[in-house]
Structures are given as structure tokens and as C-alpha cells.
């Protein structure tokens, strides 16, 4: 009992410090040197002696004479390229900058299908109606009552004797007023876009303008020979 109590009045004695300083975690500056050369630090170890006799192939530890006045002689110095291992900070700094360059992209990429999606939109409305069949539908409805009545006239002319010259004319007409009325689909999933259609309406204006002159050559032909 006696010896207990001698212990704890020890203990009593201890400054109050001496717990906290016994809990404090020691700062291991050999540790942190090591750390800081893997990561981006400088190139350094410590102590230098003991890495350059056992761990010289990845601490690339070697021996140079430096001048100190009285303290001159051979030093350790540590040089990153003799050693057989290197940074891991260049490779997580490429590795990021790899992972950025692939979020670009990635990004452009969303902005060009952006942008495709929004012009195929435009593309998409510009389709579904047609804006410029009106300038040409008059001289369409104008030249078709032509050709109309002058076959029918030919027809009625000749008795019928001119039939296969008529047929041949309105087959022709017709294969013309079918690719009008294609370029003149509209909706969703129909027809061109406008640009495409003023082009064909523009071919099938002449084409229809040649088949008027031919009815109205026809025309003359049947008043001549059949009176």
C-alpha cells in the first residue's frame, strides 16, 4: 500500500503538460521528405547517408565533393533522373489534364449535336410547308387550262385521227403534273425543303412552257389539215 501511494503522489507531481505532450503525434520530417519527393516537392531524402547505402536505386542518392571551407568533403545529393522510379505528381498532372481534354470534347461534341439537332429542327419546319408554290401557281393553273383545251381541241378536230399524238402530250403532262405535286407534298416526313422546291418548280415551269408550245403547234396542225 505504501509503495502505491508513493506512485500516485508521483503522479500527482508531473506538470499537467506531461499527458498532452505524451499524446502529441510526433512530426516526422523523414516521412514528409519522402512524401513530398513522390508528389511534387523537392527531390530529397533523409537522412541521406542511409538511403544512399541501402536505397539508392529509387532515391538516385550519389556522392559529390562540395567545397565548405571546414566543412568541405562528400556529400549526398539525390538527383530524380538516376533514380528508377519518378514522380506520381506529372502522372496525376497528366492524367487530369488527359480527363479536361476529354471533358472538351466532350463538350464540343454536345454543342455540335446541338447544334445539328436545332439546324435539322429548322430543316424539319422548312419541309413541312411550302412557301413558295404560290409563285408559280398561277402560271401552273394557266398553262394546264392550255394544254387542256388544246388537246380537246385536237380531238374534237380530227375526229379522233390525231389520238396518238394527244396521248403522247397528256402522258407527258402527266408525268409532269406528278413531279409538281411531289415537290408540293408537305407535313411531317414529306416533301423538301424550299429551296429544293423553288429549284424543281423553276425546271418543271419550263418544261410545262415547252409542252404549251407543242399543244399549240398540234393545235395549228389539226386546223390546217382538218377542216
Known amino acids: 500500500m505504501k509503495k502505491k501511494a508513493i506512485v500516485f503522489s508521483l503522479l500527482a507531481l508531473l506538470p499537467l503538460g506531461a499527458s498532452a505532450q505524451w499524446a502529441q503525434i510526433e512530426h516526422d520530417e523523414q516521412k514528409e521528405k519522402e512524401w513530398k519527393s513522390m508528389e511534387n516537392g523537392p ?11 541501402f536505397h539508392k536505386s529509387y532515391s538516385g542518392a550519389s556522392l559529390h565533393w562540395r567545397w565548405r571551407g ?12 538516376d533514380s528508377n522510379v519518378k514522380r506520381i505528381m506529372p502522372v496525376r498532372v497528366t492524367s487530369e489534364e488527359t480527363q479536361r481534354q476529354k471533358m472538351k470534347k466532350a463538350d464540343e461534341e454536345m454543342k455540335l449535336i446541338a447544334e445539328l439537332h436545332k439546324e435539322e429542327v429548322a430543316r424539319e419546319a422548312d419541309r413541312s ?20 383545251e388544246g388537246l380537246l381541241f385536237c380531238m374534237t378536230k380530227s375526229k379522233g385521227k390525231m389520238k396518238f399524238q394527244v396521248n403522247e402530250l397528256s402522258r407527258q403532262n402527266e408525268i409532269l403534273c406528278q ?24 425546271d418543271a415551269k419550263k418544261q410545262m412552257e415547252e409542252l404549251v408550245s407543242r399543244t399549240a403547234h398540234l393545235v395549228g396542225m389539226a386546223q390546217v389539215y382538218y377542216k
Open 43 to 53: 527531390w530529397d531524402f533523409a537522412p541521406d547517408w542511409y538511403y544512399y547505402l
Open 70 to 81: 571546414f566543412h568541405s568533403g562528400l556529400y549526398v545529393e539525390f538527383d530524380e533522373n
Open 179 to 202: 413531279n409538281v405535286a411531289y415537290l408540293h407534298k408537305q407535313g411531317i416526313g414529306y416533301g423538301l425543303e424550299n429551296a429544293k422546291r423553288e429549284k424543281g418548280y423553276i
Open 129 to 148: 410547308v411550302d412557301l413558295v408554290y404560290a409563285s408559280f401557281k398561277d402560271d401552273f393553273n394557266r398553262m394546264q387550262n392550255s394544254i387542256t
